[in-house]
């Protein structure tokens, strides 16, 4: 699933990102299930991309002041 | 069930005060921290947030109901920040306070070090990445609407968002944090 630079296939990359966006069709939701069953990397992605999705949603609650 | 927003917009620009302090509540601290990430100075963000709900309530005639209205608001959030940001910029350095838990204990009370990491790694991303992220992550805009308020194409902002999240992977696991 590595690419030659060491990075995720452009493919894979896609896919996860677009999944985590809620950005995938139906057909791309199932590639990617299927790239997962395959490959154990490409769950891992998956989970390391939502999980920062997850945190960066998490930094938008820092209370503004009383007085806005 | 929870009033929508265009309901309560339709509302607020009737007059009705608690349609106008609904709005208010819903969207005020999205919009302070969409403010605070570009301007990175609290009271400036705070500045800038008051500006966007004036600007919000005295234009809310030009809302079109048929676009969702986090995305009308932080269109206006945005150009308010960035206006404000560009305005600074010839009187005094970008201050850079934001984050500062040393100069403001309390100010991200009780983050964890995943929180603290990203926090730092966020904004050292370039505005043009950091954009992307704070309108997909704190605003929760489709590819569409971000490629709409940033008029850039959509396949931009796609790429845009892929690399801003591999930098910022790519630190947490230089900083050994794991998300």
Sequence with gaps: MNSAQGGLEPRLMDLVQGEIDGANTALESAELRDLIVRDPQAGRALEEFAALARG??????VPPPAEL | METDDAELARACRDGDQKACEALFERHQRRIYNVALRVARNREDARDIAQNVFTKVFANLGSYDPRFKFTAWI??????ESLNFVEARRPQEPVDERWPST???PGAVAGAGELRRVLEAALMTLSMDYRLVV?????????YTEMASILDIPEKTVKSRLFTARQMLRETLTRQGVQA
């Design chain 2, 134 to 142: 704070i309108l997909r992550h704190f605003m929760e805009l489709t």
């Design chain 1, 56 to 61: 960066l949603g998490g930094l938008a609650d």
């Design chain 2, 102 to 104: 040393e100069r403001d």
């Design chain 2, 74 to 79: 932080a269109r206006i959030a945005l150009n």
